[in-house]
């Protein structure tokens, strides 16, 4: 189950979970695609299920999502955190490599979206 939502916080919740359809690598890089549109600020917390990996083409579109969304993606979003169970500091290092902002890895959403609202003073 792939979901993006977007609450009164402007926090946009990215979510990819069980259980898992066919449907969900399309709708997750579809969501990935709409993400890098955004013109406003924002904070990103992405909530993965953990068990279900990209195919080889998903991997490829992701990575040049990453690429193409860089600079844009480093105006708007003000911080990120992402969850899931496997999460460490490692995890975080890694997308701090790709973005300027702030960037915590959590293994509970309550935790990643307290991280999160502490940066809501970065929205302007």
């Known amino acids: 189950m792939v979901s993006l939502d977007i609450d009164a916080d402007a926090i946009v919740t990215l979510r990819f979970m069980p259980p898992y359809e066919a449907e969900d690598e399309r709708a997750y ?11 406003e600020p924002f904070l990103l917390l992405t909530v993965f299920g953990g068990g279900r990996g990209l195919s080889p083409a998903g991997e490829r579109e992701q990575a040049l999502w990453f690429k193409a969304t860089r600079v844009r993606f480093s105006q708007h979003c003000r911080a990120c955190a992402i969850v899931r169970p496997d999460a460490s500091e490692r995890t975080a290092e890694t997308f701090r490599k790709l973005w ?25």
Not at 102 to 122: M, N, Q, S, T, W
């Open 29 to 39: 890089l579809d969501a990935l695609a709409e993400i890098g549109r955004r013109e």
């Open 100 to 124: 300027p902002f702030p960037i915590c890895a959590e293994r509970e959403e309550a935790v990643g979206r307290a991280f999160l609202l502490g940066h809501k003073k970065d929205m302007t």
